[in-house]
């Protein structure tokens, strides 16, 4: 299965620019997706097809990459982004996560 | 507008089966795929398995040995199995509708404890 590899934990100050990696350990072309779960909550998804904005999602939020390297870019970071993050490819099956990335807003 | 809805038994004894069950609304199991993902509590997303449109099915391989997913298209029902269940596969269990080939519309979900 394609392992998706995230960084832990990130902190980073409010008005930051942060941006979060996924390394997939095989080619996903740009089918690689991106989530947003607060605690308690569902995850929420922020970001589609590598780059493309999920309606109702703040244009802070970006992301780029192809083949096996994949960023998610919070820009500027806000109180409220404290959550943590997921990538998550539907290039090679079975789909498979990353274990996420925890952020912390100083 | 497109629901999920997962329903079972909360509580699973050790090595028995867990039968859930996914019943959909707004949409044709005939023309969308059907995922289930997973969440341990307090750890990350799992994604286990998919029904697609088709009847074909593709797993999680460190869950495949255990794992069964089936439909009924008459009753808009996907039904997840899994046996052999073990402490570690308490958490809360998602069925979700692909859109842009990710896990876009999702269940409440329902939480699973393995425990005696």
């Known amino acids: 299965d394609t392992v998706l590899t995230q960084s832990p934990a990130l902190a980073v100050s409010p008005g930051e620019r942060v941006t979060i990696s996924c390394r997939a350990s095989?080619?996903?072309?740009?089918?690689m997706h991106w989530y947003q779960q607060k605690p308690g909550q569902q995850p929420t998804l922020l970001i589609y097809?590598?780059?493309n904005l999920e309606s109702g999602v703040p244009a802070r939020f970006s992301g780029s990459g192809s083949g096996t390297d994949f960023t998610l870019t919070i820009d500027p970071v806000e109180a409220d982004d404290t959550a943590t993050y997921y990538c998550?490819?539907?290039?090679?099956?079975?789909?498979?996560f990353g274990s996420g990335t925890k952020l912390e807003i100083k | 507008q497109v629901q999920l809805k997962e329903s079972g038994p909360g509580l699973v004894q050790p090595s028995q089966t867990l039968s859930l069950t996914c019943t959909v609304s707004?949409?044709?199991?005939?023309?969308?795929?059907v995922h289930w993902v997973r969440q341990p509590p307090g750890k990350g997303l799992e994604w286990m398995g998919r029904?697609?449109?088709?009847?074909?099915?593709s797993y999680n391989s460190a869950l495949k040995s255990r794992l069964s997913i089936s439909r009924d298209t008459s009753k808009n029902q996907v039904f997840l199995k899994m046996n052999s269940l073990q402490t570690d596969d308490t958490g809360t269990y998602y069925c979700?509708?692909?859109?842009?080939?990710?896990?876009?519309?999702w269940g409440q979900g329902v939480m699973v404890t393995v425990s005696s």
């Open positions: 998550q490819q539907s290039w090679n099956d079975p789909l498979t």
């Open positions: 097809l590598a780059s």
């Open positions: 095989e080619s996903v072309s740009t089918l």
């Open positions: 029904m697609r449109y088709n009847g074909d099915t």
């Open positions: 979700t509708r692909d859109r842009y080939t990710t896990d876009y519309y």
């Open positions: 707004g949409f044709s199991l005939t023309s969308y795929n």
